[in-house]
């Protein structure tokens, strides 16, 4: 539910780019210089404080926690002057309108968990305070933890976030923290920023205790690593025009939060983790047009879709369409709680199930982008409302730069443009390959972007 945006401040809250702030004195906010950070989540505060962030025309919002009063946390930010309210639960209706009464002009934020997300309305920012911690996983041991899908498995949130735009969403934020008791390092960083921004969202920036520390005394290292996590901001903020971007592929996916949308680590990561292009449709947006242009259309909510959901389903198979119907009970008792990020073991399994189906369907197919040599990075192809743009986000989960990377490609353009966080940009050369075009990147870091027109 959002109130009444501050039109003092130097953005629309569309366009925060938000941060935790561990600090409370004045001087903290000269860190902010040369960042597009321009949204504070604090808990604590001083009236200079408040006075330099308007100076700066920052938006401070004041962080309610899981267990604290909202109506009580909205008086205290109304009374100190704040843009906002940040509530880290669900609210009902009820107490959402005793918020908003206790202080009407201010901005509310719910970052509540995942299965209580209010998918579909109208509030100009929809988030939650749960989020994986992206990179790959590493067993006892050292070893990488392997997936269904056979690749090193990559914690990710992009999944997660495809199936929130698919609502219609276009300002997701996701609130998660550093995992407690950790140090985590610049790359990581990195990885988190960027596995949001590439499926449209934006991770609100967290530190550890031990960086802030060091980035509070201005520590050499500190400061170069938040002057690259401000690049990669800035990266993705240079071009909000992605976050119209819609999803580009012949795979479709209908699936709901009741059958696991929104946890990591199903079917739509798994997909994601071949690189095969998908397209999340909601039940309640499943319509003869959101599967146009599909060749294969998965059905996750399996049999208990309605029956006029049922017959959009059936005139895309008669009209020459794939069709797989995930098996009776594939996700049946599944009930997502609070707790609740991934899948369960015995889901997992059933899922992996799904998935092997999936994967005999695309084969070697290019059902819209192919990629090689890229076992440890994530990727997400995007094409402009016109569709004369397309854009490639690729995130390297590795701690090292990925070279030779080969992007195959359906459909024909004329140019392609290699982007990265560091500000450079090259034209890379175009040549045919079957039902397409192929590129080849020399290398990419933590991220970079193929445009193609």
Same mark, same amino acid.
């Given at each position: 539910?959002?109130? #009444?945006?501050?039109?003092?401040?130097?953005?629309?809250?569309?366009?925060?780019?938000?941060?935790?702030?561990?600090?409370?004195?004045?001087?903290?906010?000269?860190?902010?210089?040369?960042?597009?950070?321009?949204?504070?989540?604090?808990?604590?505060?001083?009236?200079?404080?408040?006075?330099?962030?308007?100076?700066?025309?920052?938006?401070?919002?004041?962080?309610?926690?899981?267990?604290?009063?909202?109506?009580?946390?909205?008086?205290?930010?109304?009374?100190?002057?704040?843009?906002?309210? &940040?509530?880290?639960?669900?609210?009902?209706?009820?107490?959402?309108?005793?918020?908003?009464?206790?202080?009407?002009?201010? #901005?509310?934020?719910?970052?509540?968990?995942?299965?209580?997300?209010?998918?579909?309305?109208?509030?100009?920012?929809?988030?939650?305070?749960?989020?994986?911690?992206?990179?790959?996983?590493?067993?006892?041991?050292?070893?990488?933890?392997?997936?269904?899908?056979?690749?090193?498995?990559?914690?990710?949130?992009?999944?997660?976030?495809?199936?929130?735009?698919?609502?219609?969403?276009?300002?997701?934020?996701?609130?998660?923290?550093?995992?407690?008791?950790?140090?985590?390092?610049?790359?990581?960083?990195?990885?988190?920023?960027?596995?949001?921004?590439?499926?449209?969202?934006?991770?609100?920036?967290?530190?550890?205790?031990?960086?802030?520390?060091?980035?509070? %005394?201005?520590?050499?290292?500190?400061?170069?690593?938040?002057?690259?996590?401000?690049?990669?901001?800035?990266?993705?903020?240079?071009?909000?025009?992605?976050?119209?971007?819609?999803?580009?592929?012949?795979?479709?996916?209908?699936?709901?939060?009741?059958?696991?949308?929104?946890?990591?680590?199903?079917?739509?990561?798994?997909?994601?983790?071949?690189?095969?292009?998908?397209?999340?449709?909601?039940?309640?947006?499943?319509?003869?047009?959101?599967?146009?242009?599909?060749?294969?259309?998965?059905?996750?909510?399996?049999?208990?879709?309605?029956?006029?959901?049922?017959?959009?389903?059936?005139?895309?198979?008669?009209?020459?369409?794939?069709?797989?119907?995930?098996?009776?009970?594939?996700?049946?008792?599944?009930?997502?709680?609070?707790?609740?990020?991934?899948?369960?073991?015995?889901?997992?399994?059933?899922?992996?199930?799904?998935?092997?189906?999936?994967?005999?369907?695309?084969?070697?197919?290019?059902?819209?982008?192919?990629?090689?040599?890229?076992?440890?990075?994530?990727?997400?192809?995007?094409?402009?409302?016109?569709? %004369?743009?397309?854009?490639?986000?690729?995130?390297?989960?590795?701690?090292?730069?990925?070279?030779?990377?080969? #992007?195959?490609?359906?459909?024909?353009?004329?140019?392609?443009?290699?982007?990265?966080?560091?500000?450079?940009?090259?034209?890379?050369?175009?040549?045919? &390959?079957?039902?397409?075009?192929?590129?080849?990147?020399?290398?990419?870091?933590?991220?970079?972007?193929?445009?193609?027109?």
């Amino acid at each position: 539910m959002a109130l #009444v945006a501050v039109s003092t401040l130097a953005a629309e809250p569309v366009d925060w780019v938000p941060a935790r702030w561990p600090w409370s004195d004045p001087a903290s906010l000269d860190l902010i210089e040369g960042t597009p950070i321009n949204c504070l989540l604090v808990s604590t505060w001083t009236q200079a404080f408040v006075e330099a962030a308007a100076a700066r025309k920052l938006a401070l919002l004041s962080v309610v926690p899981p267990d604290g009063d909202p109506v009580a946390g909205a008086r205290r930010a109304a009374k100190a002057g704040l843009a906002g309210v &940040v509530v880290e639960r669900e609210l009902p209706e009820d107490i959402a309108r005793q918020v908003a009464e206790a202080a009407a002009g201010l #901005v509310l934020i719910e970052l509540g968990p995942r299965h209580r997300m209010k998918l579909g309305g109208a509030a100009p920012v929809i988030g939650t305070r749960q989020g994986v911690w992206p990179g790959i996983q590493v067993l006892e041991g050292g070893a990488a933890k392997a997936a269904p899908t056979g690749s090193p498995w990559i914690d990710t949130n992009s999944g997660f976030l495809r199936a929130v735009r698919a609502w219609g969403h276009r300002t997701i934020w996701v609130g998660s923290v550093p995992p407690a008791g950790t140090i985590v390092l610049g790359e990581r960083y990195l990885q988190a920023i960027a596995d949001c921004a590439m499926a449209g969202g934006r991770w609100v920036v967290s530190l550890d205790s031990d960086f802030a520390a060091r980035l509070a %005394k201005r520590e050499a290292a500190a400061l170069r690593d938040w002057k690259r996590m401000a690049a990669m901001l800035a990266y993705f903020e240079r071009h909000p025009e992605w976050r119209g971007y819609e999803p580009v592929g012949k795979l479709a996916v209908v699936q709901d939060p009741e059958n696991g949308a929104l946890l990591s680590g199903g079917i739509l990561d798994m997909i994601g983790a071949r690189h095969t292009p998908v397209r999340p449709v909601p039940v309640a947006r499943l319509s003869p047009e959101a599967l146009a242009g599909s060749a294969i259309t998965v059905n996750v909510a399996g049999a208990e879709l309605p029956a006029a959901k049922q017959e959009v389903l059936k005139g895309f198979a008669r009209g020459g369409g794939t069709l797989l119907n995930a098996p009776a009970g594939a996700l049946a008792g599944h009930s997502p709680d609070a707790a609740t990020l991934t899948l369960e073991k015995a889901e997992l399994e059933r899922v992996a199930d799904l998935w092997r189906d999936v994967q005999s369907l695309i084969g070697r197919r290019n059902l819209g982008v192919r990629l090689f040599n890229v076992s440890a990075m994530l990727s997400n192809l995007l094409a402009s409302p016109d569709g %004369k743009t397309v854009v490639l986000h690729l995130v390297n989960y590795f701690g090292y730069p990925v070279e030779s990377v080969t #992007v195959h490609l359906e459909g024909t353009f004329r140019s392609a443009r290699l982007l990265s966080p560091n500000g450079t940009e090259k034209n890379l050369e175009i040549y045919p &390959v079957e039902g397409g075009v192929g590129v080849d990147i020399p290398s990419v870091s933590v991220c970079a972007t193929l445009r193609l027109d």
